[in-house]
């Protein structure tokens, strides 16, 4: 199983970048997924999900209403739109595959996915 984050890069303060993970050796559209973020010296921070059917999806309360995640089962991609960018999304955002679950649901706990991809990293300018 590989994930490959891709799309990051330096952007100004209100500004957009979209993010891309391209899944290979499963398929998106049978397991849950997610990205997550991590800045120097903080923890892996969850940033958004979308559960196995594709029905559900959730937004950290610091990224609702400015990023959206969405998959595209026959590209095999989940990619996350990120709008209105401040200096506080400065991060190297990875995305993550559950492939345990049954449940068609979001978690948010990194600790609830099995794979991750190597990171793309996002710096936002003020």
């Known amino acids: 199983v590989q994930l490959q984050a891709s799309g990051g890069g330096l952007v100004q303060a209100g500004g957009s970048l979209r993010l891309s993970c391209a899944a290979s050796g499963l398929s998106i559209s049978a397991y849950r997924m997610a990205w997550f973020r991590q800045a120097p010296g903080k923890e892996r921070e969850f940033v958004a999900a979308i559960s196995r059917n594709g029905r559900i999806t959730s937004c950290a309360d610091s990224v609702k209403g400015r990023f959206t995640l969405s998959r595209d089962t026959e590209m095999n991609t989940v990619s996350l739109q990120m709008n209105s960018l401040k200096a506080d999304d400065t991060a190297v955002y990875y995305c993550?595959?559950?492939?345990?679950?049954?449940?068609?649901?979001?978690?948010?706990?990194?600790?609830?996915?099995?794979?991750w991809g190597q990171g793309t990293q996002v710096t936002v300018s003020s």
């Open positions: 993550a595959a559950d492939v345990r679950t049954i449940l068609s649901n979001v978690r948010s706990s990194p600790g609830d996915y099995d794979y």
